[in-house]
């Protein structure tokens, strides 16, 4: 099987969705980098990526390359793809030595696909964690800013009692 162009692929969608990159990074949760990043063709879009560009992008030759761009991909990180030694005669392979059941390609595969997205996960945490403490700074300086208010609206009323008190 020919490998397909992805970034022809994903700009041809992008196009026949009539969104700019940034409204479709938008549609797929991604960064507008991203979707530039794969219409020039520097990385592809997982396969969830894939499954949600499929699911708005319209029946058409489009969504037929974009189904074999998926198929690809998912031989890409399957474990037994079709045709792979041990996966079909396995009944008839008395004597002979079976491949085992996951070829060490794929399982290398999902190992770096695992490890990515462990980093992103720490990542986003890392950046939820930052958010927080910028939150938890903001919230005390709000706090101190109503106190040092209250306490300036009780001086400026004492000092609006004293000369009515003065002049009596």
Known sequence: MPTLNTAKIIRRVRQRLEVSQEGLSRLLNA????????ERGRNNPDLARL???????PPGPERKDLDALIRQAQAEVSPLSPGAPGTAG???????????????QGVVLLRKENARLQRQVEKLQANLQRSNEQLRILEDLATDLHRQMAELRAGAAVKVERPKDSGA
Request: glycine share 14%; aromatic share 10%; proline share 10%.
């Open 51 to 57: 499954f949600a560009l499929r699911q708005i992008c």
């Open 31 to 38: 960064t507008k980098g991203a979707v530039q990043h794969w």
């Open 90 to 104: 396995r009944g008839g392979a008395r004597g002979r030595r079976v491949a085992p059941p996951f070829p060490e």
